[in-house]
Nanobody
């Protein structure tokens, strides 16, 4: 069983930055494929960024050039650096994990509880 704990959300003005973290427990982190998702009120959950077990990355078009996904295998931690934030980035952000590379689709088996990101104009 993989457990995921997100942190780092908060409130920021447009143009600001935040870094989200996701600590993984319960399995060898280096074997996992990981992703960040978000869901705004009244909207469907969408994939934001993903990283596979070889370090390959994928990004939603809406965040390319602004967000960077990375991982620290020694710390079993996934990160999402978010720069040039926009009000439309406001959402609950979730990290997800699986042994299958789901990329930006939502088929991951393991999910965290989420961390709120609010961007004001």
């Amino acid at each position: 069983q993989v457990q995921l704990v997100e942190s780092g959300g908060g409130s920021v003005q447009a143009g600001g930055s935040l870094r989200l973290s996701c600590a993984a427990f319960g399995y060898s982190y280096s074997s996992l494929c990981m992703g960040w998702f978000r869901q705004a009120p009244g909207k469907e959950r969408e994939g934001v960024a993903a990283i596979d077990s070889d370090g390959g990355t994928s990004y939603a078009e809406s965040v390319k050039g602004r967000f960077t996904i990375s991982q620290d295998n020694a710390k079993n931690t996934l990160y999402l650096q978010m720069n040039s934030l926009k009000p439309e980035d406001t959402a609950m952000y979730y990290c997800a994990a699986d042994f299958f590379d789901w990329r930006l689709s939502g088929g991951y088996n393991y999910w965290g509880q989420g961390t709120q990101v609010t961007v004001s104009s």
